[in-house]
């Protein structure tokens, strides 16, 4: 059971990224799937989630700019990231997620730089 | 959105140890509480999951009690491996929110 995120990088204010988190060992569209970023210095923070039913939900901050997807043939997650903030700067988790809400799988995270 | 107050956020203590770990949530959240450990560099990992169910794998020197709004994670006795971070995690309610953390390390 193993997570690999990519895609991380460095982005001017106002950019985009796509991430992808790869799984092996189990399939991403029979779980719950998590997108947490932890900031330099910070703890976690919860970004979005994908229910393996489809509702997604996102925390306030990244609405409307982020968005949460998964191709289950590839078996990856995915989290587009336009409109990119310098507050947006963190490393970029995805965590295989218990359907009561806790994550129990980790990738090896991807980080995120916006800056000019 | 739910706050989650971790004390203290640093702790300093010895091989052998016993340390305690509180979370204190701003309203009452079902018990929905989990804890992670996170070393530098690394992703963090689950300890314990239900306020008090231990995670698969991890030793049984850790564990978690609390009920309510209070909470705590406890380890018996520190091993060399446990000096690390440690987060809570509410998971009742949307966005679930983590504490700040509590770093453990060596005195």
């Known amino acids: 059971v193993q997570l690999v995120e990519s895609g991380g990088g460095l982005t001017q204010p106002g950019g985009s990224l796509r991430l992808s988190c790869a799984a092996s060992g189990f399939s991403v569209s029979a779980n719950y799937m998590t997108w947490v970023r932890q900031a330099p210095g910070k703890g976690p923070e919860w970004v979005a989630v994908?229910?393996?039913?489809?509702?997604?939900y996102y925390t306030d901050s990244v609405k409307g700019r982020f968005t949460i997807s998964r191709d289950n043939s590839k078996n990856t997650l995915y989290l587009q990231m336009n409109r990119l903030r310098a507050e947006d700067t963190a490393i970029y988790y995805c965590a295989r997620t218990d359907s009561s809400g806790f994550f129990d799988v980790w990738g090896q995270g991807t980080p995120v730089t916006v800056s000019s | 959105d739910i706050q989650m107050t971790q004390s203290p956020s640093t702790l300093s203590a010895s091989v052998g140890d016993r340390v305690t770990i509180t979370c204190r949530a701003s309203q009452g959240i079902n018990n929905w509480l989990a804890w992670y450990q996170q070393k530098p560099g690394k992703a963090p990992k689950l300890l314990i999951y239900k306020t008090s169910s231990l995670q698969s794998g991890v030793p049984s020197r850790f564990s978690g009690s609390g009920s309510g709004t209070e909470f705590t994670l406890t380890i018996s006795s520190l091993q060399p491996d446990d000096f690390a971070t440690y987060y809570c995690?509410?998971?009742?309610?949307?966005?679930?929110?983590f504490g700040q953390g509590t770093e453990l390390d060596i005195k």
């Open positions: 995690q509410q998971y009742d309610i949307y966005p679930y929110i």
């Open positions: 994908l229910y393996s039913g489809g509702s997604i």
